[in-house]
């Protein structure tokens, strides 16, 4: 097993900040990519939803709260809120019938479609300005990043998957 060497003082504090201008200015992006999708407004608890849905099709309602790590009520009137809009479906499950399954619409796909769409075209516009050099550079970093935070199932450490919070805001 091999290990990293230690990294010089002040190193990780200055790879965080940067982390964390990098993600605002992403922030301010997708933003103007939502915006550019669609007039419906889905706040960012209920984008956490859809992608949820999206990554596990046909979870129940206490998954979704454990998976986002909010409560029953919370998630149910989050998704009551995407029903509205076309975005989510409610099925009854066929294993249970006490449980119902949470389904992405063809409207919910579509809207994720584009959004993805708006915010990759965003990136490559940036992308785009970069030398060759730094973009290669970008893609180490980024992967590496997504090794660490556990993308890869390899690198991750238990503490660091932890179930996205805060969906009772929207």
């Known amino acids: 097993m091999t290990s990293n060497p230690a990294p010089p003082p002040g190193e990780p504090q200055r790879t965080a900040e940067s982390a964390r201008e990098l993600i ?3 922030e301010v992006l997708w933003e103007r990519g939502r915006d550019m999708v669609s007039s419906t407004p ?4 209920q984008l956490r939803v859809l992608y949820s849905l999206d990554r596990e099709e046909g979870i129940s309602l ?3 709260g454990e998976l986002l790590g909010s409560a029953p009520p919370s998630v149910s009137r989050m998704c009551d809120r995407l029903e509205a809009l076309g975005f989510v479906r409610r099925l ?3 294993v249970s019938r006490r449980q119902l399954e949470l389904h992405l619409t063809a409207h919910g796909k ?3 479609r584009d959004l993805r769409a708006q915010r990759e075209e965003a990136l490559l516009a940036v992308i785009a ?3 060759p050099t730094s973009r290669k550079a970008l ?3 980024l992967t590496g990043f997504h090794d660490a935070v556990g993308g890869s199932g390899t690198a991750a450490p238990s503490r660091a998957r932890t179930p996205l919070k805060d969906v009772s805001s929207a």
Do not use: C, I
Not at 42 to 45: G, K
């Open 42 to 45: 889905v706040s960012a608890s």
């Open 62 to 64: 206490r998954t979704l």
């Open 110 to 112: 579509a809207y994720l």
């Open 24 to 26: 605002e200015l992403l």
């Open 129 to 131: 300005d970069m030398s």
């Open 92 to 94: 009854p499950s066929p």
């Open 139 to 141: 893609l180490r970093g």
